[in-house]
């Protein structure tokens, strides 16, 4: 665990993983998700130095209880993710693009 992290939050990584890890995940997909809710959880409350667009805006994990946990389809990831990983993959143009768009370029439809 990070040290940034409070006793809290390990607990809650602990538990989420352990989770994902009873419903099938394996454990390298398990600690990515529990990772993930932890730290978008800290970014929403003002703990990280730095933080994305769609972390702060967005609801919480808890929240959005799976909706768009990487699903294809009507309820597949925002425009925001789609953004974020069109920047990783250094796509040009990614910032006038549509959502339909973005996915086409990330090879999604």
């Given at each position: 665990?990070?040290?940034?992290?409070?006793?809290?939050?390990?607990?809650?990584?602990?538990?989420?993983?352990d989770?994902?890890?009873?419903?099938?995940?394996?454990?390298?997909?398990?600690?990515?998700?529990a990772?993930?809710t932890?730290?978008?959880?800290?970014?929403?409350?003002?703990?990280?130095?730095?933080?994305?667009?769609?972390?702060l805006?967005?609801?919480?994990?808890?929240?959005?209880?799976?909706?768009?946990s990487?699903?294809?389809?009507?309820?597949?990831?925002?425009?925001?993710?789609?953004?974020?990983?069109?920047?990783?993959?250094?796509?040009?143009?990614?910032?006038?693009?549509?959502?339909?768009?973005?996915?086409?370029?990330?090879?999604?439809?």
């Amino acid at each position: 665990m990070p040290k940034e992290w409070t006793d809290k939050q390990e607990r809650q990584y602990e538990h989420i993983k352990d989770s994902a890890e009873d419903r099938g995940a394996s454990t390298g997909r398990a600690e990515e998700i529990a990772a993930r809710t932890v730290n978008k959880n800290r970014a929403q409350a003002g703990q990280t130095k730095t933080a994305s667009r769609s972390s702060l805006q967005d609801k919480s994990p808890q929240q959005r209880g799976g909706q768009r946990s990487g699903r294809r389809g009507p309820k597949g990831p925002t425009r925001d993710q789609l953004y974020n990983e069109a920047k990783k993959r250094n796509i040009k143009g990614r910032s006038s693009m549509t959502k339909n768009q973005l996915a086409h370029a990330l090879g999604r439809d």
